[in-house]
Protein backbone atom coordinates (compact mmCIF):
# COMPACT_ATOMS: atom_id res chain seq x y z
CA UNK A 1 0.00 0.00 0.00
CA UNK A 2 1.08 3.39 -0.64
CA UNK A 3 2.72 5.26 2.07
CA UNK A 4 0.45 3.58 4.92
CA UNK A 5 3.32 4.49 7.56
CA UNK A 6 3.97 7.95 5.47
CA UNK A 7 0.42 8.87 5.49
CA UNK A 8 0.01 9.23 9.23
CA UNK A 9 3.08 11.26 9.44
CA UNK A 10 2.15 14.91 10.44
CA UNK A 11 -1.81 14.27 10.00
CA UNK A 12 -3.15 17.00 12.59
CA UNK A 13 -4.59 20.29 12.42
CA UNK A 14 -2.18 21.46 9.76
CA UNK A 15 -2.77 20.41 6.06
CA UNK A 16 -2.21 17.25 5.38
CA UNK A 17 0.76 16.46 2.63
CA UNK A 18 -0.15 13.29 1.10
CA UNK A 19 2.66 10.95 -0.59
CA UNK A 20 3.96 12.51 -3.72
CA UNK A 21 3.76 10.08 -6.95
CA UNK A 22 6.66 10.21 -9.16
CA UNK A 23 6.15 11.22 -12.95
CA UNK A 24 6.87 7.63 -14.07
CA UNK A 25 3.78 6.60 -12.05
CA UNK A 26 1.13 8.74 -13.82
CA UNK A 27 -1.19 7.61 -16.64
CA UNK A 28 -3.89 8.03 -18.16
CA UNK A 29 -6.11 5.11 -16.51
CA UNK A 30 -8.97 5.97 -14.49
CA UNK A 31 -11.26 3.11 -14.46
CA UNK A 32 -13.89 3.02 -10.84
CA UNK A 33 -14.19 0.25 -8.57
CA UNK A 34 -17.19 -0.12 -7.09
CA UNK A 35 -17.18 1.08 -3.24
CA UNK A 36 -20.44 0.00 -1.31
CA UNK A 37 -21.70 1.82 1.93
CA UNK A 38 -23.53 -0.36 4.41
CA UNK A 39 -25.08 1.50 7.22
CA UNK A 40 -25.78 -1.51 10.11
CA UNK A 41 -24.57 0.89 13.07
CA UNK A 42 -28.24 0.49 14.82
CA UNK A 43 -27.91 3.88 16.36
CA UNK A 44 -27.88 6.63 13.20
CA UNK A 45 -30.48 6.01 10.59
CA UNK A 46 -29.05 7.11 7.03
CA UNK A 47 -30.11 10.29 6.73
CA UNK A 48 -27.56 11.27 9.60
CA UNK A 49 -24.66 9.67 7.83
CA UNK A 50 -22.13 10.95 5.44
CA UNK A 51 -19.37 10.17 3.36
CA UNK A 52 -15.85 11.63 2.46
CA UNK A 53 -13.49 10.33 -0.36
CA UNK A 54 -10.58 12.09 -0.21
CA UNK A 55 -6.89 11.94 -0.63
CA UNK A 56 -4.49 12.08 -3.72
CA UNK A 57 -5.66 11.40 -7.44
CA UNK A 58 -2.90 8.57 -8.39
CA UNK A 59 -3.11 10.32 -12.13
CA UNK A 60 -2.58 13.64 -12.05
CA UNK A 61 -0.92 13.86 -8.42
CA UNK A 62 -3.29 16.38 -7.02
CA UNK A 63 -4.96 16.18 -4.15
CA UNK A 64 -9.07 15.80 -5.09
CA UNK A 65 -12.45 14.70 -3.61
CA UNK A 66 -14.22 12.17 -5.22
CA UNK A 67 -18.09 12.58 -6.19
CA UNK A 68 -20.78 9.80 -6.23
CA UNK A 69 -19.40 8.37 -9.65
CA UNK A 70 -16.19 7.57 -9.14
CA UNK A 71 -14.59 11.20 -10.60
CA UNK A 72 -11.64 13.23 -9.14
CA UNK A 73 -12.25 16.38 -8.76
CA UNK A 74 -9.40 18.44 -7.35
CA UNK A 75 -9.13 20.39 -4.23
CA UNK A 76 -9.89 24.16 -4.99
CA UNK A 77 -9.58 27.24 -2.24
CA UNK A 78 -12.97 28.32 -3.86
CA UNK A 79 -14.60 25.07 -2.48
CA UNK A 80 -14.64 26.61 0.70
CA UNK A 81 -17.93 28.41 1.84
CA UNK A 82 -18.90 31.44 3.71
CA UNK A 83 -18.06 29.39 7.02
CA UNK A 84 -14.81 28.93 5.32
CA UNK A 85 -15.41 25.39 4.59
CA UNK A 86 -15.57 23.05 2.05
CA UNK A 87 -18.73 20.56 2.20
CA UNK A 88 -17.57 17.60 0.16
CA UNK A 89 -20.42 15.37 1.74
CA UNK A 90 -22.17 12.69 0.13
CA UNK A 91 -25.05 11.49 2.25
CA UNK A 92 -26.34 7.88 2.70
CA UNK A 93 -29.06 6.51 1.03
CA UNK A 94 -32.42 6.93 3.20
CA UNK A 95 -32.41 3.04 3.13
CA UNK A 96 -30.37 0.34 2.05
CA UNK A 97 -26.91 0.14 0.70
CA UNK A 98 -24.92 3.68 -0.79
CA UNK A 99 -23.31 2.46 -4.09
CA UNK A 100 -20.18 4.78 -5.02
CA UNK A 101 -16.76 4.53 -6.92
CA UNK A 102 -13.59 5.02 -6.57
CA UNK A 103 -10.79 6.05 -9.11
CA UNK A 104 -7.07 5.47 -9.26
CA UNK A 105 -5.88 6.95 -5.90
CA UNK A 106 -4.63 6.95 -2.66
CA UNK A 107 -6.85 8.41 -0.19
CA UNK A 108 -8.95 7.90 2.67
CA UNK A 109 -13.02 7.03 3.26
CA UNK A 110 -14.75 9.29 6.12
CA UNK A 111 -18.23 8.48 7.62
CA UNK A 112 -19.35 11.53 9.81
CA UNK A 113 -22.69 10.09 12.23
CA UNK A 114 -24.74 12.67 13.99
CA UNK A 115 -23.35 15.97 11.58
CA UNK A 116 -21.08 16.92 9.06
CA UNK A 117 -17.12 16.91 9.14
CA UNK A 118 -15.20 20.06 8.18
CA UNK A 119 -12.48 20.35 5.90
CA UNK A 120 -10.61 23.15 4.82
CA UNK A 121 -8.97 24.23 1.39
CA UNK A 122 -5.77 25.70 2.07
CA UNK A 123 -2.45 26.36 0.48
CA UNK A 124 0.14 23.93 1.23
CA UNK A 125 3.91 24.44 1.45
CA UNK A 126 4.32 24.82 -2.35
CA UNK A 127 1.42 27.30 -3.22
CA UNK A 128 -0.83 24.09 -4.16
CA UNK A 129 -4.50 23.75 -3.01
CA UNK A 130 -4.44 20.97 -0.21
CA UNK A 131 -6.79 19.59 2.65
CA UNK A 132 -6.80 20.80 6.52
CA UNK A 133 -7.91 17.18 7.21
CA UNK A 134 -9.72 16.36 10.84
CA UNK A 135 -7.84 15.79 13.98
CA UNK A 136 -10.50 14.33 16.39
CA UNK A 137 -7.54 13.89 18.94
CA UNK A 138 -6.77 17.68 19.12
CA UNK A 139 -9.56 19.35 21.25
CA UNK A 140 -9.77 22.79 19.25
CA UNK A 141 -10.25 20.96 15.84
CA UNK A 142 -13.78 21.61 14.39
CA UNK A 143 -14.26 18.30 14.00
CA UNK A 144 -13.49 17.58 18.01
CA UNK A 145 -17.48 17.02 18.88
CA UNK A 146 -18.24 15.29 15.58
CA UNK A 147 -18.78 10.91 15.89
CA UNK A 148 -16.87 9.95 12.93
CA UNK A 149 -13.74 7.67 11.48
CA UNK A 150 -12.07 6.31 8.30
CA UNK A 151 -10.69 3.88 6.61
CA UNK A 152 -7.50 4.15 4.41
CA UNK A 153 -7.29 2.89 0.93
CA UNK A 154 -4.70 2.98 -2.21
CA UNK A 155 -6.86 1.80 -5.71
CA UNK A 156 -4.32 1.14 -8.97
CA UNK A 157 -6.66 0.37 -12.16
CA UNK A 158 -5.44 -1.72 -14.30
CA UNK A 159 -3.26 -0.02 -17.17
CA UNK A 160 -1.52 2.65 -14.90
CA UNK A 161 1.61 2.59 -15.92
CA UNK A 162 4.76 1.73 -13.82
CA UNK A 163 2.13 0.79 -11.22
CA UNK A 164 1.10 -3.08 -9.85
CA UNK A 165 -3.14 -2.93 -10.22
CA UNK A 166 -5.58 -3.49 -7.16
CA UNK A 167 -6.72 -2.81 -4.22
CA UNK A 168 -4.78 -2.12 -0.73
CA UNK A 169 -7.29 -0.87 2.29
CA UNK A 170 -7.39 -1.16 6.10
CA UNK A 171 -9.24 0.00 9.17
CA UNK A 172 -6.91 2.07 10.93
CA UNK A 173 -6.94 2.84 14.64
CA UNK A 174 -3.71 4.39 14.67
CA UNK A 175 -5.03 8.12 15.80
CA UNK A 176 -8.23 7.18 17.52
CA UNK A 177 -11.12 4.48 17.59
CA UNK A 178 -14.48 5.92 17.14
CA UNK A 179 -16.91 3.82 14.52
CA UNK A 180 -16.69 0.28 14.35
CA UNK A 181 -16.43 -0.03 11.31
CA UNK A 182 -15.69 -3.48 8.57
CA UNK A 183 -14.11 -3.77 5.24
CA UNK A 184 -15.19 -6.48 2.57
CA UNK A 185 -12.85 -6.72 -0.30
CA UNK A 186 -13.99 -9.21 -3.59
CA UNK A 187 -11.57 -10.02 -6.12
CA UNK A 188 -9.70 -12.96 -6.83
CA UNK A 189 -11.40 -13.88 -2.93
CA UNK A 190 -13.43 -12.38 -0.67
CA UNK A 191 -11.90 -11.59 2.01
CA UNK A 192 -13.14 -9.73 5.67
CA UNK A 193 -11.58 -7.30 8.52
CA UNK A 194 -12.41 -4.45 11.05
CA UNK A 195 -15.60 -6.54 12.59
CA UNK A 196 -16.06 -6.17 16.06
CA UNK A 197 -17.18 -9.19 18.48
CA UNK A 198 -20.74 -8.75 19.62
CA UNK A 199 -20.62 -5.56 22.19
CA UNK A 200 -16.54 -4.61 21.28
CA UNK A 201 -17.04 -1.23 20.83
CA UNK A 202 -18.76 -0.69 24.67
CA UNK A 203 -15.78 -2.78 25.90
CA UNK A 204 -13.05 -1.65 24.35
CA UNK A 205 -13.80 2.15 26.09
CA UNK A 206 -14.50 0.53 29.04
CA UNK A 207 -11.57 -1.73 29.49
CA UNK A 208 -9.58 1.42 28.57
CA UNK A 209 -11.35 3.93 30.45
CA UNK A 210 -10.32 1.36 33.54
CA UNK A 211 -7.04 0.72 32.38
CA UNK A 212 -4.08 2.75 34.47
CA UNK A 213 -2.55 5.84 32.50
CA UNK A 214 -5.31 5.17 29.52
CA UNK A 215 -8.42 6.15 30.82
CA UNK A 216 -7.82 9.71 30.33
CA UNK A 217 -8.10 8.73 26.70
CA UNK A 218 -11.12 7.73 26.51
CA UNK A 219 -13.68 11.14 25.34
CA UNK A 220 -17.06 10.37 26.48
CA UNK A 221 -18.95 8.36 23.87
CA UNK A 222 -17.21 9.55 20.83
CA UNK A 223 -13.66 8.27 20.53
CA UNK A 224 -10.56 6.53 22.37
CA UNK A 225 -7.52 8.96 21.80
CA UNK A 226 -4.56 6.78 20.73
CA UNK A 227 -1.41 7.17 23.04
CA UNK A 228 0.24 9.02 20.90
CA UNK A 229 -1.79 11.15 20.46
CA UNK A 230 -2.58 12.02 24.00
CA UNK A 231 1.09 11.93 24.92
CA UNK A 232 1.18 15.18 22.23
CA UNK A 233 -2.14 16.62 24.27
CA UNK A 234 -1.21 16.34 27.78
CA UNK A 235 -3.66 13.62 27.93
CA UNK A 236 -0.42 10.08 28.67
CA UNK A 237 2.73 10.16 30.14
CA UNK A 238 5.42 11.01 28.05
CA UNK A 239 7.61 8.75 30.62
CA UNK A 240 5.30 5.78 30.09
CA UNK A 241 7.70 3.28 28.31
CA UNK A 242 10.94 4.46 29.46
CA UNK A 243 11.36 1.50 32.30
CA UNK A 244 10.78 -1.13 29.69
CA UNK A 245 13.16 0.43 27.02
CA UNK A 246 15.75 0.63 29.78
CA UNK A 247 15.07 -3.37 30.31
CA UNK A 248 15.43 -3.84 26.51
CA UNK A 249 18.85 -2.45 26.32
CA UNK A 250 20.26 -3.45 29.36
CA UNK A 251 19.38 -7.00 28.21
CA UNK A 252 21.20 -6.43 24.53
CA UNK A 253 24.04 -4.37 26.17
CA UNK A 254 25.36 -8.39 26.69
CA UNK A 255 23.64 -10.96 24.26
CA UNK A 256 22.63 -10.57 20.79
CA UNK A 257 18.93 -9.95 19.12
CA UNK A 258 18.80 -11.35 15.85
CA UNK A 259 15.87 -9.49 13.28
CA UNK A 260 14.46 -11.39 10.49
CA UNK A 261 13.25 -9.85 7.66
CA UNK A 262 11.92 -10.50 3.55
CA UNK A 263 15.39 -8.71 2.80
CA UNK A 264 17.17 -10.99 5.09
CA UNK A 265 18.56 -11.71 8.51
CA UNK A 266 20.17 -8.41 11.06
CA UNK A 267 22.71 -9.38 14.48
CA UNK A 268 22.69 -6.31 16.70
CA UNK A 269 23.65 -5.63 19.91
CA UNK A 270 24.11 -2.26 21.90
CA UNK A 271 27.51 -0.68 21.64
CA UNK A 272 29.53 0.90 24.00
CA UNK A 273 27.87 4.37 22.82
CA UNK A 274 24.65 3.14 24.33
CA UNK A 275 23.23 2.27 20.14
CA UNK A 276 21.33 -0.47 18.95
CA UNK A 277 23.63 -1.46 16.53
CA UNK A 278 22.50 -4.13 13.57
CA UNK A 279 24.95 -5.68 10.44
CA UNK A 280 22.99 -7.63 8.01
CA UNK A 281 24.14 -10.88 6.74
CA UNK A 282 25.71 -9.62 3.35
CA UNK A 283 27.52 -7.05 5.43
CA UNK A 284 25.58 -3.69 5.48
CA UNK A 285 24.73 -1.97 8.47
CA UNK A 286 22.10 -0.05 10.17
CA UNK A 287 21.83 3.61 11.13
CA UNK A 288 22.84 2.93 14.85
CA UNK A 289 19.34 2.96 17.02
CA UNK A 290 19.56 5.25 20.37
CA UNK A 291 17.29 4.68 23.00
CA UNK A 292 13.66 5.31 21.82
CA UNK A 293 11.26 7.76 23.80
CA UNK A 294 7.74 7.00 24.70
CA UNK A 295 6.70 8.98 22.06
CA UNK A 296 9.33 7.54 19.53
CA UNK A 297 7.92 3.98 20.56
CA UNK A 298 3.98 5.00 20.35
CA UNK A 299 4.41 7.06 16.84
CA UNK A 300 7.28 4.35 15.39
CA UNK A 301 8.96 7.42 14.79
CA UNK A 302 12.35 9.63 15.82
CA UNK A 303 14.85 7.07 17.05
CA UNK A 304 12.48 4.26 15.48
CA UNK A 305 11.75 6.28 12.33
CA UNK A 306 11.62 3.62 9.23
CA UNK A 307 13.36 4.92 6.29
CA UNK A 308 12.04 2.61 2.67
CA UNK A 309 16.24 2.03 2.54
CA UNK A 310 16.01 -1.79 2.58
CA UNK A 311 18.01 -1.77 5.73
CA UNK A 312 17.52 0.68 8.56
CA UNK A 313 13.64 0.31 7.82
CA UNK A 314 12.84 -3.48 8.47
CA UNK A 315 14.75 -4.01 11.71
CA UNK A 316 13.12 -0.24 12.92
CA UNK A 317 9.56 -1.83 12.12
CA UNK A 318 10.39 -4.89 13.98
CA UNK A 319 11.66 -2.93 16.96
CA UNK A 320 8.45 -0.44 16.51
CA UNK A 321 6.44 -3.52 17.00
CA UNK A 322 8.27 -5.74 19.70
CA UNK A 323 8.13 -2.17 21.69
CA UNK A 324 4.93 -1.76 21.69
CA UNK A 325 3.86 -5.46 21.96
CA UNK A 326 6.17 -5.91 25.14
CA UNK A 327 7.96 -8.95 23.57
CA UNK A 328 11.79 -7.53 22.87
CA UNK A 329 13.12 -8.49 26.69
CA UNK A 330 11.69 -12.09 25.98
CA UNK A 331 13.42 -13.60 23.55
CA UNK A 332 16.58 -13.26 21.05
CA UNK A 333 14.84 -13.71 18.09
CA UNK A 334 12.34 -10.98 16.24
CA UNK A 335 10.27 -10.66 15.15
CA UNK A 336 7.60 -12.44 17.44
CA UNK A 337 4.55 -14.58 15.59
CA UNK A 338 2.49 -15.82 18.73
CA UNK A 339 0.07 -13.24 19.31
CA UNK A 340 -0.63 -14.83 22.64
CA UNK A 341 2.74 -13.77 23.81
CA UNK A 342 2.33 -10.42 22.93
CA UNK A 343 1.25 -7.34 25.87
CA UNK A 344 2.15 -9.45 28.79
CA UNK A 345 4.05 -6.79 30.18
CA UNK A 346 2.61 -4.49 32.48
CA UNK A 347 4.53 -1.54 30.62
CA UNK A 348 2.85 -2.30 26.99
CA UNK A 349 0.68 -0.48 24.76
CA UNK A 350 -2.62 -1.67 26.01
CA UNK A 351 -4.55 0.99 23.62
CA UNK A 352 -3.26 -2.32 21.03
CA UNK A 353 -3.98 -4.53 23.27
CA UNK A 354 -7.11 -3.84 23.73
CA UNK A 355 -8.38 -3.31 20.28
CA UNK A 356 -6.69 -6.51 18.87
CA UNK A 357 -8.60 -8.55 21.81
CA UNK A 358 -12.01 -7.30 20.55
CA UNK A 359 -11.92 -7.56 16.93
CA UNK A 360 -13.20 -11.30 15.64
CA UNK A 361 -10.03 -11.80 13.51
CA UNK A 362 -7.58 -10.34 16.07
CA UNK A 363 -6.61 -8.21 13.89
CA UNK A 364 -6.86 -4.41 14.64
CA UNK A 365 -4.30 -0.89 13.61
CA UNK A 366 -3.56 -0.10 16.86
CA UNK A 367 0.11 1.57 15.70
CA UNK A 368 2.04 2.25 12.49
CA UNK A 369 3.96 -0.59 12.86
CA UNK A 370 1.11 -3.47 13.83
CA UNK A 371 1.76 -4.71 10.25
CA UNK A 372 4.83 -6.05 11.29
CA UNK A 373 4.20 -10.44 11.31
CA UNK A 374 0.64 -9.63 9.49
CA UNK A 375 -1.20 -8.39 12.69
CA UNK A 376 -2.90 -6.01 11.03
CA UNK A 377 -6.46 -5.50 9.98
CA UNK A 378 -5.13 -4.95 6.03
CA UNK A 379 -6.50 -6.30 3.02
CA UNK A 380 -4.99 -5.97 -0.21
CA UNK A 381 -6.13 -7.99 -3.76
CA UNK A 382 -4.64 -7.58 -7.29
CA UNK A 383 -8.01 -8.15 -9.38
CA UNK A 384 -10.60 -5.89 -7.17
CA UNK A 385 -13.88 -6.64 -8.16
CA UNK A 386 -15.43 -4.53 -5.57
CA UNK A 387 -15.27 -3.46 -1.46
CA UNK A 388 -17.49 -2.57 0.88
CA UNK A 389 -17.42 -0.84 4.01
CA UNK A 390 -19.77 -1.52 6.71
CA UNK A 391 -20.93 0.17 10.04
CA UNK A 392 -21.30 -2.62 12.51
CA UNK A 393 -23.33 -2.59 15.76
CA UNK A 394 -22.21 0.04 18.36
Not at 33 to 38: C, D, F, K, Q
Not at 40 to 60: H, K, M, P
Not at 114 to 139: I, N, S, T
Amino acid sequence: MLGRRSFLAGVGAAALALPTVPAWARGTAQATLPLTIVNESGEFAGSSVWVYIVGTDLVSNVQCRVTPDGTAVPVSLSDNGSDGFTDYAIPLAASGPTRLNLPTMSGRVYVALGQKLRFKAVADGAGRAALQYPAGWVESDPNFPVLHDFVEFTHVAPGTPNLRPGMYCNTTMVDQFSVPLAIRLDGERSQTTGTLSDGGRNRIFADLAAQEDFGSLVVDDLRVIAPGHGLDSGRFRDDYFAAYVDEVWNRYSGTDLRVETQGGGFTGRVNGAGEFAFTKDTGETTRPFPKPSTRDVLFCDGALAAPNDGVTGPVAAVLGAGFNRSILHTGSTQPGTDPGSFYGHAVTNHYARVLHANTVDGKAYGFAFDDVAGFASYLEDPAPTSVTVTLTPF
